[in-house]
């Protein structure tokens, strides 16, 4: 069992920059994947950004040169820098994380975390 929790949400207006972090705490041996997902109401939860296990990460088309993805392994701990912020992307801001042992004979599992609120004000 895992707990993700989430934090720097609020409100900021439009061009304006925000950083969420999300941190992983509970019984766990390792986790592979951890990335930021976003969803507006009335809309479909889609991907923003992850950081693998192995350094690489992958971004949605519409955040790339803007937003920046990081990861603090011996924390636990993933970052979102968000620059340049637009009124549309107004969403709850959901931590993942993926590939999670929770024991040596188990198998993986992924988690949410509870989500942050992000509003961008025009």
């Known amino acids: 069992q895992v707990q993700l929790v989430e934090s720097g949400g609020g409100l900021v207006q439009a061009g304006g920059s925000l950083r969420l972090s999300c941190a992983a705490s509970?019984?766990?041996?390792?986790?592979?994947?951890m990335g930021w997902y976003r969803q507006a109401p009335g809309k479909q939860r889609e991907l923003v950004a992850v950081?693998?296990?192995?350094?690489?990460?992958n971004y949605a088309d519409s955040v790339k040169g803007r937003f920046t993805i990081s990861r603090d392994n011996a924390k636990n701990t993933v970052y979102l820098q968000m620059n340049s912020l637009k009124p549309e992307e107004t969403a709850v801001y959901y931590c993942?994380?993926?590939?999670?042992?929770?024991?040596?004979?188990?198998?993986?599992?992924?988690?949410w975390g509870q989500g942050t609120q992000v509003t961008i004000s025009s």
């Open positions: 509970g019984s766990f041996l390792s986790i592979n994947t």
């Open positions: 950081f693998n296990s192995g350094g690489t990460t």
């Open positions: 993942n994380a993926d590939g999670v042992r929770l024991s040596y004979f188990g198998a993986s599992r992924y988690y």
